[in-house]
């Protein structure tokens, strides 16, 4: 199966806190894991940021989003957040290094 991103689109006044808290739940080792996680700044929007999370197929991604540690997670995060999260579900097409 092709590559699957999950990009969640956030306002925090603590960037820190919520890499912090992210980072402070385990995944389970039943739970699919990411195979990588990008946290990035929007320049143009002071205060907005972006996680970036990418895994193997669409099928581990919603086996990660139902799991309790996740739930978890996004329980704690939602403290550190304001405003609506925005979710970006997307299937790689192409992908070439340069």
Known sequence: MADYIQIVEYESDDIDAVIETANSVPV?????????VI??????????YATILRF?????????SESDATHERV???G?????DTRFYNLDVLDERNA
């Open 28 to 36: 389970p080792d039943d739970v699919p894991k990411p195979t990588s």
């Open 39 to 48: 946290v990035v700044r929007d320049r143009d929007r002071p205060g907005t």
């Open 56 to 64: 193997n197929s669409y099928e581990d991604a919603m086996r990660h």
């Open 75 to 77: 329980a704690r995060l």
């Open 79 to 83: 403290q550190l957040m304001k405003g």
